[in-house]
């Protein structure tokens, strides 16, 4: 079984920005995919960006891309999310996933990924 564990989430104005961390245990090996998502309260589970963990190769959804950035620290086993230019819909509570595998039908999907964080909630006042 893979624990993940989430930090760095708080509250910022617009335009400022955060860095969020996972922190990845147990069996981490052979995991294709880690991957950023969020809900935002009354809205499903969306996919915000994926990390290859072999490759580190990387990918956004639309609404972030340009002002998120994704990365990972193979030797911490953790994955980073820096997040600039935050918009107050950018608030929600941001879960780090793994298990998933780009190219099958949910990889940009939460049924996708088998393995989550607890959350931790990211607050953008305007």
């Known amino acids: 079984q893979v624990q993940l564990a989430e930090s760095g989430g708080g509250s910022v104005q617009a335009g400022g920005s955060l860095r969020l961390s996972c922190t990845a245990s147990g069996r981490t090996f052979s995991r294709n995919l880690m991957a950023w998502f969020r809900q935002a309260p009354g809205k499903e589970r969306e996919f915000v960006a994926a990390?290859?963990?072999?490759?580190?190769?990387?990918y956004y959804a639309d609404s972030v891309k340009g002002r998120f950035t994704i990365s990972k620290d193979n030797a911490k086993n953790t994955v980073y999310l820096q997040m600039n230019s935050l918009k107050p819909e950018d608030t929600a509570v941001y879960y780090c996933?793994?298990?998933?595998?780009?190219?099958?039908?949910?990889?940009?999907?939460?049924?996708?990924?088998?393995?989550w964080g607890q959350g931790t909630l990211v607050t953008v006042s305007s």
């Open positions: 990390i290859s963990w072999s490759r580190s190769s990387t």
């Open positions: 996933a793994t298990g998933g595998r780009y190219g099958t039908p949910y990889w940009r999907a939460p049924d996708g990924y088998d393995a």
